[in-house]
C-alpha cells in the first residue's frame, strides 16, 4: 500500500513538472514561429512533443527488461 502511495505520489510530481516544461517549451514555440499560435507551429510542437515521449518511452522499455 505505501509503495502504490509513494508511486502515485511521485505520478502528481512527475505531471507538474511536466505542465511547467509544457508552458516552457509552448513560450519557446511562440518566440521561434512569428505569428505564434499558427496552426502549422501547433503541429509542429504536437510532432516534436510526441517524439520526445516515444525516445524516452523506449529507452525506459529498455531498462524495464534489463531487470
Not at 512569428?34 to 529498455?62: C, N, P, R, W
Request: aromatic share 8%; glycine share 6%.
Amino acid at each position: 500500500m505505501q509503495e502504490k502511495t509513494i508511486t502515485l505520489i511521485l505520478g502528481g510530481f512527475g505531471l507538474v513538472a511536466a505542465l511547467a516544461w509544457n508552458e516552457a517549451i509552448k513560450s519557446l514555440f511562440e518566440e521561434l514561429f512569428e505569428k505564434s499560435g499558427t496552426l502549422i507551429s501547433k503541429f509542429v510542437y504536437a510532432i516534436l512533443v510526441t517524439i520526445i515521449v516515444v525516445i524516452v518511452s523506449m529507452q525506459l522499455k529498455k531498462i524495464s527488461k534489463k531487470k
